[in-house]
């Protein structure tokens, strides 16, 4: 199905692990995001790409590493989880710049013990 | 630093009454507001957006006033319905900024019969 698709859905890990998030989109968008959505902080950018090979830290990206070798995907990884790594992770896609206009998936729900 | 402060928190309405969610922004260099509608269980997708030179944009029972001297926009939600449910996100991009947005903290409405 054409569309932005996130797995896993629901993941629960331990403190130390890593975690990769995986994030695929099917318009061949240049424009990739991940945000972290917390109860009080809104949704808040963590890495973005604005192409295959092109990518640039956001507001809190701390803790996380992002790849981009392929257009269509654009995998989150969390090298070593912390408690405060707990949220709803949305990744998101954008066809041009300016437009205000993204296309987020259904999000990954993360909970670090 | 939250660039974009959105409230009320949460919003409580009567089946066909006004839903008003306000914002403010502090940055001068942003030039188009999006407003993003989330409902449980999914990602937030685009509802309306408007760009500075215009004082107000309608489609159907939503309605942006944006306010460029005070740097305030707002979300009017007309005839609101129980289906209006959902968290509702304000937010922010500029020219030249690579479609990245920062968002607002959310407004949790809810609509009863």
């Known amino acids: 199905d054409a569309g932005i698709t996130q797995s896993p859905r629901y993941k629960i890990t331990e403190t130390g692990r890593q975690v990769t998030l995986m994030c695929h989109q099917t318009?061949?968008?240049?424009?990739m995001f991940w945000y972290r959505q917390d109860l009080g902080h809104g949704l808040r950018l963590i890495y973005y790409?604005?192409?295959?090979?092109?990518?640039d830290k956001g507001e809190v990206p701390d803790g996380y590493v992002v790849s981009r070798s392929k257009t269509e995907n654009f995998p989150l990884t969390l090298e070593s989880a912390t408690r405060s790594q707990t949220s709803v992770y949305f990744c998101?896609?954008?066809?041009?710049?300016?437009?205000?206009?993204?296309?987020f998936g259904e999000g990954s729900r993360l909970t670090v013990l | 630093q939250q660039q974009v402060k959105q409230s009320p928190q949460s919003l409580i309405v009567q089946k066909g009454g006004i839903s008003i969610i306000n914002c403010a922004y502090e940055?001068?260099?942003?030039?188009?507001f999006p407003w993003y509608q989330q409902f449980p269980g999914k990602g937030p997708a685009l509802l309306i957006a408007?760009?500075?030179?215009?004082s107000e944009k309608k489609e159907g029972r939503f309605t942006i006033s944006f306010n460029k001297s005070a740097k305030q926009f707002s979300l009017h939600i007309m005839d609101s319905q129980p289906g209006d449910s959902a968290t509702y996100f304000c937010?922010?991009?500029?020219?030249?900024?690579?479609?990245?947005?920062?968002f607002g903290t959310g407004t949790q409405l809810k609509v009863e019969l």
């Open positions: 408007i760009r500075p030179d215009v």
């Open positions: 940055n001068t260099a942003f030039d188009y």
């Open positions: 318009w061949s968008h240049s424009y």
């Open positions: 790409s604005a192409a295959a090979d092109i990518t």
């Open positions: 937010a922010a991009g500029f020219t030249g900024g690579g479609n990245k947005l920062t």
């Open positions: 998101a896609s954008g066809i041009s710049a300016n437009t205000g206009e993204l296309f």
